[in-house]
């Protein structure tokens, strides 16, 4: 059974950071592209930035780009995304996301982490 759970997320001041976590559980990263994905309110679900199997390539939407990192500790099991320099309109839901096909939507999701970005 696949499981992904997010952690870190919380309340920041414009201009913070933040690392969020991803544990997964249940698949290896040599089999899953693992990407972080986010949803504010009233907006659809957003590709935020990917990596690739064994952390080959990484992918970053235009948002985030310059400002966050995506990286994977294969021995832990786990994904990061580092947040730098974060905006209000960072403010949204983060989702962990497994999937088999790189930049492709699907795949297996964890049960988010809010990012509040206010002063």
């Known amino acids: 059974q696949v499981q992904l759970v997010e952690s870190g997320g919380g309340l920041v001041q414009p201009g913070g950071s933040l690392r969020l976590s991803c544990a997964a559980s249940?698949?290896?990263?040599?089999?899953?592209?693992m990407n972080w994905y986010r949803q504010a309110p009233g907006k659809e679900r957003e590709l935020v930035a990917a990596?690739?199997?064994?952390?080959?390539?990484?992918a970053y939407a235009d948002p985030a780009k310059g400002r966050f990192t995506i990286s994977m500790d294969d021995d832990k099991n786990m994904v990061y995304l580092q947040m730098n320099s974060l905006k209000p309109e960072d403010t949204a839901v983060y989702y962990c996301?497994?999937?088999?096909?790189?930049?492709?939507?699907?795949?297996?999701w964890g049960q988010g982490t809010q990012v509040t970005v206010s002063s």
């Open positions: 996301n497994a999937a088999r096909r790189w930049l492709v939507v699907g795949g297996h």
């Open positions: 249940g698949i290896t990263f040599s089999g899953y592209h």
């Open positions: 990596i690739s199997t064994y952390g080959l390539s990484t």
